[in-house]
């Protein structure tokens, strides 16, 4: 398996406004748009769902996601798209942020 470096903050930049995908290390997902992130990496998300298990457990709206439970964040082309994952790893254009 290829390893791909990416800089996170470039990274998040461009995908603010868009819709992600965040992975937290305690197993829970959350999709929504991403509104912004601060210079410690902590995410604003809006319209957000969240996902236990790989099964919808609710909507949430709005959501602050600190930096240090993030596992990975990805971009989320659709709905569709990030339903269909089920679970997921650190493939597919996700950057791990662990410290």
Known sequence: MSVFIVNPKPFLADL?????????????????????????????????????DGEFAGFLGEVLIRCNN???????????????ENGGDATGGDVPMEG
């Open 16 to 52: 603010t406004g868009k819709p992600v995908r965040v992975r937290l290390k305690w197993g829970q997902e959350y999709q929504g748009t991403l509104t912004s992130s601060d210079a410690y990496m902590n995410l604003h998300l809006d319209r957000t769902e969240e996902f236990v």
């Open 70 to 84: 993030v596992l990975y964040i990805k971009a989320a082309a659709n709905a569709e798209e990030a339903e269909g």
